[in-house]
Each structure stands twice: as C-alpha cells, then as structure tokens.
C-alpha cells in the first residue's frame, strides 16, 4: 500500500511538473498573443513620451516591415528585441533590422507611474496627452517644464558631448530644441541612453556600434548585428583566436579615439557580436561611460595613461569583479580599464566559458595564461597593461593558420 501511493505521489508530481514545462513553452513561444503587432512593439500611441517619431512614416508604412523571430525562437514579448525586415526606401533595399524597447516591460511602467504622479498626483493617467500638456502649463514634473541639463545625465560632464547630443534631436538645426524633441530626448535619458550613443558614435564614422536607423514610438530600429560572440564560444580555436585579436584591438580604439574614452561597462560575450562582413560591434550600449579627453586636456587635468598603478580593488579571481570608479575615470584615471576587462571578461582567465579556452596544448596555454596575467594585473614598477596587451596580440598572430589574419578566411563563420 505504502509503495503504490510513493509511485502515485510521483507520478503525480511528474505530471503537474510536466504541465508546467508544457505552459511556459506555450506562453513564451507558441501562443499567439505573444506575436505583438508592430504598432504594439513601437506604442507610438504613447508619445510625445517616446523615443521619437522620425523613422515612423518609413516603418509603418505599409508591406513596410516584416516582423521575425530570431533562431532560437524568442518572441519580442520574452526579449524585448524583435528581428525584423525592413524594406528601406528609397530603392526598397531589403534590410535586417533589431527594433529594441531598450526596457522591461515594468521599468516602462515605472515610467508612466511616475510622469502622472509627477504631473497629475495620480498613478495612471493618458500618457500621451499628460506628456503633451505638461511643460506649458501644468504639473510640476521639473524634468518636462524646463530645458534638461544634459549634464545632469551623464556620469562625465562634458560641454562637447552635451552640444553633440543636443545637435542630434534638432531637427530644425536652430540651436534650440522644440517642446516635442524636447521630450523625446528627456524620455531617453529617463529610460535608456543607447540611442543617444548610437547617434553621436555612429556606425559610420568607424565607431564598433550598430547603424542607427531611427525610432519610432518606444522602440528604436539599429542594425542587426549578427551572431553574438556567445555562441562562437564553440567555435574552432582559430576562429576563436581571431576574435581575440579584434576584441583586443576594439578595447585599444575605445581607450582613446577622436579625443574620448568610451568604457564598457558589462564586458562580456552576449554584448558583443559579429557581423556578416567580419565586423566585431557592441551592441548593448546602456553602461557606457563616456569621458571627453580633449576638454580633460584643454582644463590641464588629464593624466598621463600611466599614472594608474594600482589593480583594481575586488579581486580578478572573482568572476563577478568589475569593481571601477567612474569619478576617476572623469578625471583621467583608470584608462587600462578596457583592456582589463576584455581580457578577464572576453578572452579567459575566470568564471565562465571564454574565447581563449581549451588551447591546443599545454605550452599555448601556459604562455596565455602568463599573458592575461599580464593584461590583467599591474603593479608599481610594472609595465603597462596597453604593451602587455599587445604582446598578447602579437603571441595571438603566430597561432593563426596562414591566411588567418584576413577576416574573409572566416567568413563562413559570421552572420
């Protein structure tokens, strides 16, 4: 009796657990309602409090866009990306493109919370009309009454930086920003900044950032950048020592580039992708931290890169250090810090799987190791990390295959 209620119990807990599989499957992947319409993704029904409405017209135009799923079968409803393709005027060129939220559905609604109460004492209201009205004559949101100090916004004040992000929401090029450019520019400093960095380091002035192609609503389209580095984690050891060597340059170009320093703030390898022609990019830019190096050299404040002799406080050992201070990399200080963490966080060392894992033999990775070590730790009297950084490229070089430098060798990798 005992033993057939114990199989029973069992087949009972089998059962409600199997359910359970079967529910999630069928609300995050195959029922309908999580297949939103674009006009849902973008909420354009929400603005003046929105990213924007420039690329509108063109996305919601009709046989304008054909929405997809990405390959392992998200829906936009799980991620918060919808892979789509867009049929880009003039000459109906066809174009992969991501549409991102750029937030979780409760950080929106945290959002709208707070922009009624602000401006009306009540937790819901019409979003777009309370948008619409206040900053003329009613409510008392100081974000939406008086013009935004950029500054305010930024871990790193800058006058060039805050003049560039102001050039790229006047439409009119006037100098002053109108009511609603207004808005949607204090609507992405509230929710995320990536779109604002995607349009000051644009694609195609050679910055390893996704094209910007616009927003429409609370949705922004970018360019589909391909396959993550996640998922070449598998991949063949060259094709993996490649991508080393253009990460490592990556960091050494956002170290100091046109007078910035941009840092990443999350290194790892799902923020990073390849695209179809070879291209590494980062393609999650909420975590930058960006430092105008020219003004820091104009006021006679910025440091020689060197100056930083110190490792950094938590210990690298940890998987889950990346302990930084963004009010010294302000002041010039910390500029190794790209290189640190693409070495630790990208090509090996801890934690995680890694892109310099799993050497061919026990001399390739005990010459690795003692490399990242190199790349990583710093102490006084010790060379720069920036030259260890390139004695490890170098060492990176002679393992490739001949023909292994030229990207097109791996071209049946990307995409």
């Given amino acids: 009796m005992y033993r057939r209620c114990t199989w029973r119990r069992r087949l009972a807990v089998a059962a409600v657990l199997a359910t359970c599989i079967l529910s999630y499957i069928w609300h995050a992947f195959l029922r309908p309602e999580t297949r939103l319409t674009l006009d849902e993704i973008v909420q354009r029904d929400k603005c003046p409090a929105c990213f924007g409405t420039d690329l509108c017209a063109e996305l919601l135009g009709p046989k304008r866009v054909e929405l997809k799923l990405f390959a392992a079968g998200w829906s936009p409803a799980f991620k918060g990306v919808t892979l789509a393709e867009w049929i880009s005027p003039p000459n109906g060129t066809h174009v992969d493109i991501v549409l991102k939220c750029l937030a979780h559905v409760a950080e929106m609604k945290k959002f709208d919370v707070d922009l009624c109460e602000s401006a009306t004492g009540r937790r819901t209201c019409d979003v777009a009309e309370t948008a619409s009205k206040t900053g003329k004559n009613r409510g008392n949101f100081a974000l939406w009454n008086a013009k935004a100090?950029?500054?305010?916004?930024?871990?790193?004040?800058?006058?060039?930086?805050g003049a560039s992000v102001t050039r790229m929401y006047d439409a009119n090029d006037d100098g002053d920003l109108s009511l609603a450019e207004r808005r949607h520019l204090l609507t992405t400093l509230l929710i995320n900044k990536e779109p604002i960095y995607l349009q000051v380091f644009p694609r195609n002035r050679g910055w390893p950032f996704p094209a910007y192609y616009g927003a429409c609503g609370r949705a922004i389209a970018v360019e589909y950048a391909g396959?993550?580095?996640?998922?070449?984690?598998?991949?063949p050891w060259d094709y993996?020592?490649?991508?080393?060597i253009e990460i490592l340059d990556l960091a050494a170009r956002m170290t100091e580039r046109d007078g910035w320093a941009i840092y990443f703030g999350d290194y790892s390898p799902e923020n990073f992708a390849v695209t179809s022609h070879g291209d590494v990019l980062c393609i999650d830019l909420e975590h930058l931290i960006v430092v105008d190096l020219r003004e820091l050299e104009t006021q006679g404040h910025l440091v020689a890169m060197d100056t930083d002799t110190g490792d950094p406080i938590c210990d690298l050992n940890d998987p889950e250090c990346a302990t930084f201070s963004p009010q010294r990399m302000c002041r010039g200080y910390e500029r190794e810090h790209n290189i640190v963490y693409a070495c630790k966080n990208m090509l090996g060392f801890v934690g995680h799987k890694r892109?310099?894992?799993?050497?061919?033999?026990?001399?390739?990775?005990?010459?690795i190791d003692r490399l990242l070590r190199a790349c990583i730790y710093r102490s006084p009297g010790r060379r720069r990390r920036a030259d260890s950084a390139r004695e490890l490229k170098t060492y990176l070089t002679t393992l490739l295959?001949?023909?292994?430098?030229?990207?097109?060798?791996?071209?049946?990798?990307f995409g």
């Fill in 149 to 161: 100090n950029l500054t305010n916004f930024f871990a790193c004040p800058s006058k060039r930086f």
């Fill in 227 to 235: 396959k993550t580095l996640k998922e070449a984690l598998g991949r």
């Fill in 240 to 244: 993996r020592v490649w991508l080393s």
């Fill in 355 to 367: 892109l310099l894992d799993n050497p061919p033999n026990d001399v390739i990775a005990s010459t």
């Fill in 401 to 413: 295959p001949p023909g292994g430098t030229n990207k097109n060798y791996y071209k049946s990798e």
